[in-house]
């Protein structure tokens, strides 16, 4: 284990945990957040979870990315039998972009850290 990978992977788990029951609350439920476009947040909880998952585990990239692709399937299937929420395939694309994106900042991130 390198310096922090235990930290990472508690705030990996936390974050997966959040972003799911984000996911699955009723709207009316869910925290309000600024107007933006629902695949922005996507795409940046995807970014977060992809830096933290390459920071927790020591796995490769195209490994993280299917792991990260499942996930986003996941939420999306839940989201299908749940009444208050709809399933998009355009999520699961934001979240592919997101998972990209934040695999690729993370041998950046690593650097710095």
């Known amino acids: 284990m390198y310096s922090y990978q235990k930290e990472f992977r508690i705030l990996f788990w936390l974050a997966l945990f959040t972003s799911y029951i984000f996911a699955v609350l009723p709207n009316t439920l869910a925290p309000h957040v600024p107007q933006v476009s629902d695949k922005v947040h996507h795409i940046f909880a ?15 990239y195209w490994y993280a990315l299917f792991i990260l692709f499942g996930y986003g399937v996941m939420i999306e299937l839940s989201q299908y039998f749940l009444p208050t929420r709809s399933a998009d395939y355009q999520d699961v694309m934001a979240d592919l972009v997101g998972s990209f994106i934040g695999l690729k900042l993370y041998k950046y991130v690593r650097k710095v850290i």
């Open 46 to 60: 995807f970014i977060v979870l992809g830096i933290l998952l390459r920071f927790s585990y020591r796995i490769s």
